[in-house]
């Protein structure tokens, strides 16, 4: 089984500062690690996903990450953030093992940018 | 090429009733995965889907719930005798055929009041 903690649930910010969101996860089994966005009344888009090699993934407007496999970690940085960066942002992992990709999923870290 | 369509996108059911929520894939694509989000929570797996069949439905309730994925028509996530409990945002994702790895397209989601 796996868990994932997302160590905040939200982080205001001003606009063209940087911003890192934290992720670790638990798991007994070797995993894949994904960051999704949810914009206010949508469905979720992929980020970034690290499935092997390089451990930083550069993914979609601008935003990377870093696999710490010693940490468990794997936290989404932006070094400047745009107000419609303004959603909801959410770790996930699957197990490599497992039949399919079913997700398990952070409670999610709400980012607020500010002008 | 059309995205991942959920209906209806709101759906209000008294206490008691029936609810039916549809999920129709991307084309080209044969699994779909169904995902629940309580309010200020994210997202919990339920169930895992390909045609005509059930791979992995650890995350459902044992009773009320049942999901199909018939060969011609959407996905059905089945809800009887709903619950104010059963109020949430329910989630439905499909990826292609070919591997664990592929990325799951979300649809924008049905949210479901119960009176």
């Known amino acids: 089984a796996q868990s994932v903690t997302q160590l905040d649930s939200q982080v205001p910010v001003f606009e063209e500062a940087p911003v890192e969101l934290r992720c670790n996860y638990s798991?007994?089994?070797?995993?894949?690690l994904f960051w999704y966005v949810q914009y206010p009344n949508q469905g979720l888009q992929l980020l970034l996903k690290?499935?092997?090699?390089?451990?930083l993934v550069k993914g979609i407007n601008g935003f990377e990450a870093e696999f710490n496999k010693s940490q468990t970690s794997f936290h989404l940085r932006k070094p400047s953030v745009h107000i419609s960066d303004t959603a909801e942002y959410f770790c996930?992992?699957?197990?490599?093992?497992?039949?399919?990709?079913?997700?398990?999923f952070g409670g999610g870290t709400r980012v607020l940018v500010k002008p | 090429n059309a995205g991942v369509m959920q209906n209806p996108r709101h759906l209000v059911r008294r206490r008691g009733q029936e609810a039916r929520l549809r999920c129709s894939p991307m084309?080209?694509?044969?699994?779909v995965y169904w995902y629940r989000q309580l309010p200020e929570e994210g997202l919990k797996f339920m169930v895992y889907?390909?045609?005509?069949?059930?791979?992995?439905e650890s995350g459902m309730p044992k009773e009320r719930f049942s999901a199909e994925f018939p060969k011609e028509g959407p996905s059905i996530l089945r809800i009887q005798q709903v619950v104010r409990g059963d109020s949430a945002a329910y989630f439905c994702?499909?990826?292609?055929?070919?591997?664990?790895?592929?990325?799951?397209?979300f649809g924008p989601g049905t949210r479901l009041t119960v009176l």
């Open positions: 994702a499909s990826s292609p055929q070919t591997g664990v790895t592929d990325t799951q397209y």
């Open positions: 798991s007994s089994v070797s995993v894949y």
């Open positions: 690290y499935l092997s090699g390089s451990t």
């Open positions: 996930a992992v699957s197990d490599r093992e497992a039949a399919g990709n079913k997700l398990t």
């Open positions: 084309k080209g694509h044969s699994h």
């Open positions: 889907l390909q045609k005509e069949n059930i791979i992995d």
